[in-house]
């Protein structure tokens, strides 16, 4: 049985007002084929952490149709999910800007209560 090639991925970090996002772009490429970021999330959080130390609270990555959604982390580090940067949003979110300032937006709205 052939071993699964380890997903390829970049991330950078981000600074958009007051907040750090981790921003994961799934590399997947035809010509050489990998597991997805999406199937390997907890892998790749684990990997990232492993060279960066602490994980940011906001996480958002690009999937291999360049969409940007938001990945969900327990307060012990553990992955939970993936969803949409902002629940509700009918098209896709295609900037990494766009992406960076919708999760900020979102994740200080929630906290101060307002929708």
């Known amino acids: 049985m052939k071993t699964p090639t380890p997903p390829v991925f970049s991330y950078t970090l981000q600074h958009y007002a007051g907040h750090h996002v981790l921003c994961i772009t799934d590399d997947f490429d035809n010509s ?26 906001l996480i958002i990555y690009r999937d291999t149709q360049g969409h940007w959604d938001r990945m ?16 509700g949003l009918k098209v896709p979110v295609l900037s990494q800007d766009t992406a960076v300032q919708l999760a900020v937006t979102s994740t200080a709205n929630s906290l101060s209560g307002v929708a």
């Open 72 to 87: 969900l982390m327990s307060q012990t580090g553990t992955f939970i999910r993936i969803e949409p940067i902002v629940s």
């Open 32 to 57: 050489r084929p990998s597991i997805t970021v999406t199937n390997t999330a907890e892998y790749v959080l684990k990997d990232i952490a492993n060279e960066i130390g602490q994980l940011p609270e």
